[in-house]
């Protein structure tokens, strides 16, 4: 089975092609838009305020998505859903993280943080946890506030769930090597802000991780995705 993470950077229906050809059986998808008419969908699930730009969980072959009873509007961008693949049940959860209106020191990481804090309950080894945080571990200098990058790998971490790049990569957070997003498309500025989450077990089961092409995506985005495969 194959996850596939990205934020499309908006018009997700006029990028199609590279999304298809992934050959994602599960996608989490930023910045898409309410509604997308696509045969190769089975079912596409969106949050948003703006029908135009929202986050989106998308299934295709023979992976089935149903919303979850437990997601709360208080955090909009944080996105739970039932996977089923096969025999198995899945806890996927989509993450896209923004301004809080016109309040950036509540938004972004912040919101991620309170809201897996919130749902702690429902964390555990059967959750796949993805998306663009918007956040990196070198920036707490910048940030100084309970709810910031270090508080949401540590509210995950007591849960049992880590990043898969950090564990398979065995680099610390903050010290990536490969970045996930050129702001302004710029490749001079690299920043690594996208994120999957996962227990140990799980990624046992793991026969493939990457980080997109910068040649191939970034003609669509300035953020890359983050590919995972197991079996």
Known sequence: MKLLCWNCNGALRHKLDPLLAAEADIMIIAESEQDINCKEFNEYLWTGEKSFKGLSLISRHDCHLEADPVYSPEFKYVLPARLYLNHEKLRLWGVWTTAAGNDSYNGYVVEAAKAFEYYTPELGEDCLIGGDFNSNQRWLKHFKRRYNHSRLVE???????????????????????????????????????DYIFTSRPFLDRLTRFEIGKADLWGR????????????
């Open 155 to 193: 509210i995950l971490a007591a849960r049992g769930l880590i990043s898969v790049y950090h564990t398979l990569k065995k680099e610390p957070q903050g010290e990536e090597s490969e970045p996930t997003f050129y702001r302004n498309r710029d490749r001079n500025k690299p920043y690594h802000i």
């Open 220 to 231: 669509y985005s300035d953020h890359l995705p983050l590919i995972m495969e197991w079996e």
